[in-house]
């Protein structure tokens, strides 16, 4: 599993974590199905541990990331893994609006007396710093899912270094490749790998990235207890995803760029929030920290409940579906979802643009908002 380190990520992405080349070797490793090994060998004696298979993708992602990652059975795995690192009523500082799922997480921990939580606008700077006295981890997400809100993530990290915080980043909007949390200082960077890492809709898998090696060891072998180890198959595609994720984000960005342009002058919508316009408030800062601006965009579009759904079930190319990240276009109105905020407006639609021509995206969305 050789790669050279001067290499570009573009390089990396396709030539680490793969077998050495000799004779006879294969090209990938084979998907590993195993849940035990003969005896003898002190790195593989059983499943719960890891395979050849899970370094080859933490390898991958490591060296995308700038650190060492340690891959989960999911992104909400990653939560859980990292707030285990916690001690008992630990503060943490989390924005009020971050992925449903985490919210929802963080507050079943608080109410159980596990954590304190203290939930904050994560775009405003001065209301993380006044809620991170005491704190032992701030918990970022930028942009958030799906109101993309952007956390000033070098002045977080200047905080926590003040107070003796843990930062981590959820940074799957951005993907490994538009946005390296580490590299501006945080602790932990987090991905829900099901999304653009992995790109197919196929896999549910998560991932933490970490500059400190025991800080990775420790979250390995507490992996191992909790016994979140992704899936062979899952590993296996998420690393033949991983292969082709600079291409598919160039891509899917451009074709997000087009389209958030398109709709910022189409009459059915009111607003368009996508960290690549200048019209986002926070457009300069995001663009400060990450080298892109990702392939979900979200919209609010005029009219009742009922006519922002019959947008969603009008179109014939992209597929009305949760989740984002994929080759595939999707949408949704956010708000179908109960555990979603009440901040997000009823009439908003996350787009997650994928691969396809723009021409015919635009051309269907169009259709879809004039029906
Ligand atoms: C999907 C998602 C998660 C949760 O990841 P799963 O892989 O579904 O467990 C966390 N954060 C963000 C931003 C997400 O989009």
């Not at 790195?43 to 050849?52: L, Q």
């Not at 080759?327 to 708000?335: A, C, D, P, Q, W």
Request: aromatic fraction near 4%.
């Amino acid at each position: 599993m050789t790669h050279e380190t001067s290499w570009h990520s573009e390089t990396t992405a396709v030539t680490a974590g793969r077998p050495p080349h000799v004779p006879g070797a294969p090209v990938n490793y084979p998907i590993g199905v195993s849940t035990t090994f003969s005896a003898g060998d002190s790195a593989h004696a059983y499943i719960r541990e890891g395979s050849t298979g899970t370094e080859a993708l933490e390898q991958v992602l490591g060296a995308l990331e700038g650190g060492h990652a340690v891959v989960y059975s999911s992104g909400i795995a990653t939560v859980n893994a990292v707030v285990d690192l916690l001690p008992g009523g630990a503060i943490v500082v989390a924005p009020n609006h971050a992925y449903p799922g985490t919210n929802v997480r963080l507050r079943e921990l608080h109410a159980v007396g596990r954590l304190v939580v203290r939930e904050v606008q994560i775009d405003d700077p001065a209301a993380v710093e006044a809620a991170a006295d005491g704190a032992a981890l701030l918990w970022l997400e930028s942009p958030t899912n799906p109101l993309m809100e952007v956390a000033d993530i070098r002045a977080a990290v200047a905080v926590a270094q003040r107070v003796g915080a843990l930062v981590a980043v959820d940074n799957t909007f951005m993907s490994p490749v538009r946005q390296s949390p580490l590299a501006l200082g945080a602790d932990i960077s987090m991905h829900s790998a099901t999304k653009s890492i992995s790109g197919h809709s196929d896999a549910l898998i998560g991932s933490l990235s970490t500059r400190d090696a025991d800080l990775a060891a420790k979250l390995r072998s507490r992996r191992t207890m909790q016994g979140t180890l992704p899936g062979a198959l899952e590993t296996f595609l998420s690393l033949r995803g991983l292969r082709t994720l600079h291409i598919r984000t160039d891509r899917a960005e451009a074709n997000a760029l087009e389209i958030a342009q398109r709709l910022e002058s189409h009459p059915r919508v009111e607003k368009v929030l996508y960290v690549g316009l200048e019209s986002h408030p926070h457009y300069e800062r995001h663009m400060s920290q990450a080298d892109g601006s990702g392939a979900v965009v979200c919209f609010v579009a005029s009219g009742s409940v009922e006519d922002v759904e019959r947008i969603c079930a009008s179109t014939r190319l992209w597929t009305h579906a949760t989740s984002l990240g994929g080759v595939e276009s999707t949408l949704e109105r956010r708000r179908r979802w109960p555990a979603e905020p009440d901040a997000t407006p009823e009439g908003l639609i996350r787009l997650s643009v994928g691969i396809e021509h723009v021409d015919d995206l635009w051309a269907d969305l169009n259709q879809a908002l004039n029906a």
